[in-house]
């Protein structure tokens, strides 16, 4: 591949996970395949059984089945390259995806993470000086998404000493803005635990468990996420290695256990924990006290049936 006369052009440096082969990468593929869309199917279940049966809308079920079905799309992207490992892009488009789809996660937990600070403490989890900041970060992401998809593809239709330096620079700007971002639900969870309890809390979500499980729930989705994450940052920041002499941090298990086993991890927590009842809240909550106000509201046009049926069925 190195010796291809036009753009793309294969890199000369190592790349975490190699170039995937047929006996030992499509079954692993296959396997996570399946763990990925059985994951996809239950989100959207679990959605559907809320929204037709419950009459309960929790759209984080569907960011859920979207994010499960981007990698499942990743997968077979991957599995297809290991049948034709002389397409260079297939593997552009392989690596997109592996380095994208995981930006839904950290979104969703930082959304999870601003429920509870808005529960436990309204007043500074629904003001302006927080809302507007979370705002920009999350319109920014989309920003490093495109950047890191951009220079990712650019890096392979150039030999420019020049703009190779470039894409790399920006590949690290946003690797790291995207590990300070996958930090911020432990501080909006530490926060809202640290402070004293604010007389206006309320309770949310369908199932009465407490404070103490939704920050566990959370914490640990958001630990997992740091450490995948942290993996990238620290394999794009170590010196480039040409292919004939990778580190150990290039090797396919490295690559399927920091990125797919954690997700799925990840994964696990978010949807046997249950999140459509940990952390549902009703629609149209645009500040203190709507968590309690607009889901008595909603409660009575439930066809009359309470939230503790709910939690029950």
């Not at 037709?52 to 499942?72: C, D, E, N, Q, Y």
């Not at 220079?151 to 920006?170: E, G």
């Not at 797919?260 to 949807?271: G, K, N, P, R, S």
């Amino acid at each position: 591949m190195s010796q291809q006369a036009g753009p793309p052009y294969a890199s000369p440096f190592a790349v975490v996970g190699g170039t995937p082969t047929s006996s030992l990468d499509v079954p692993v593929c296959s396997v996570f395949l399946a763990v990925y869309l059985g994951f996809a199917l239950t989100n959207m279940t679990i959605y559907q059984l809320n929204t037709r049966k419950r009459h309960i809308t929790f759209r984080p079920s569907l960011l859920l089945f979207g994010f499960s079905m981007a990698r499942v799309l990743t997968m077979v992207l991957r599995i297809i390259w290991a049948e034709h490992s002389d397409n260079l892009r297939l593997m552009i488009a392989s690596n997109i995806f592996t380095n994208a789809g995981i930006l839904v996660i950290f979104i969703l937990n930082l959304l999870l993470a601003q429920r509870i600070l808005r529960a436990e403490q309204p007043h500074l989890g629904w003001s302006k000086a927080l809302r507007t900041p979370c705002k920009a970060l999350y319109a920014l992401t989309g920003g490093v998404l495109v950047m890191i998809i951009t220079a990712a593809v650019l890096s392979f239709y150039t030999r420019n000493t020049r703009t190779l330096k470039a894409c790399r620079d920006i590949q690290l700007a946003a690797t790291t803005y995207l590990f300070v971002f996958t930090t911020l639900p432990i501080f909006h969870v530490a926060t809202a635990h640290v402070l004293p309890k604010s007389a206006a809390r309320e309770p949310f979500g369908r199932q009465d468990t407490g404070v103490a499980m939704k920050e566990i729930v959370v914490t640990v989705a958001s630990l997992l996420s740091i450490v995948g994450i942290g993996f990238k940052v620290g394999t794009a920041y170590t010196l480039p290695r040409l292919r004939s002499d990778p580190a150990w941090y290039h090797s396919k298990a490295a690559f399927y256990c920091f990125n797919f086993v954690l997700e799925i991890m990840v994964l696990a927590v978010l949807t046997f924990s249950r999140i459509d009842r940990l952390f549902w809240v009703p629609d149209g909550s645009k500040g203190p006290g709507d968590y309690t106000r607009l889901a008595q509201g909603s409660t009575g046009r439930e066809k009359g049936v309470g939230l503790e049926s709910l939690d029950k069925a």
